[in-house]
């Protein structure tokens, strides 16, 4: 009798610190779980910068991590030429993640310096990480460009995005002649914005829930 209560209390202990443990696991994240928020951020310091010196033009957006010590971003630019896709079709990607931080929050975009030249400069950057621009020769101001504009493809407000979610941030294109209005944020109209500009540039990004790269 002795021996089966021990045997008996050993199996409570074990079967309670199961229990601990199980409860203890943080919760699975549900996969329409919003993890991070993106918006338009205008007019700082060193877009003013840019405009002073003339040195081109910087597209400036805020995005905040509320996970970001178990988040991925990557932020891209494609390219598209006379409705083709160019090669290399990544003209720059910036990917980093596993901030120490549990949340983080900050500046983050495109720039391109001498847009107009013959070998113009692009880099993107974030508050947590940057790439040095670099040349992207053969990409603009091919024969015959009439005019170049930039658009947002996110409204005023903040936007939430979900785990590998992908979102279009925002839209450099150059045409012959004049411009034909587009509505940024309508995927069919990417589309067409794109099969019908002679160069476009299309920044995108996304963000995973993962512990590593």
């Excluded at 995005?63 to 891209?76: G, N, R, Y």
Aim: charged share 25%; aromatic share 8%.
């Amino acid at each position: 009798m002795k021996i089966n209560r021990i045997i008996i209390s050993l199996l409570v202990v074990i079967f309670t610190c199961l229990t601990v443990i199980g409860c203890s696991k943080e919760p699975v994240t549900s996969s329409n779980e919003k993890i991070a928020y993106i918006s338009i951020k205008e007019d700082i310091h060193y877009e003013k910068t840019f405009d002073e010196l003339h040195l081109g033009n910087v597209y400036n957006y805020h995005l905040k991590l509320p996970q970001a010590d178990k988040t991925w971003v990557t932020i891209w630019v494609e390219g598209y030429k006379n409705g083709e896709k160019m090669e290399p079709f990544h003209l720059d990607e910036l990917s980093y993640g596993n901030n120490p931080n549990h949340v983080s929050e900050g500046h983050m975009g495109l720039g391109l310096i001498n847009p107009e030249s013959e070998v113009p400069l692009l880099f993107l950057y974030s508050s947590d990480a940057s790439i040095r621009p670099h040349k992207i020769e053969n990409v603009l101001n091919q024969e015959g460009v009439g005019g170049s504009v930039w658009e947002y493809a996110i409204g005023k407000e903040e936007v939430a995005l979900e785990s590998g979610e992908t979102r279009v941030l925002g839209i450099y294109r150059q045409v012959k002649d004049s411009f034909r209005p587009y509505d940024p944020e309508d995927n069919n109209q990417i589309t067409q914005m794109i099969n019908e500009g002679m160069t476009v540039l299309v920044l995108k990004i996304k963000v995973e829930l993962r512990d590593r790269p």
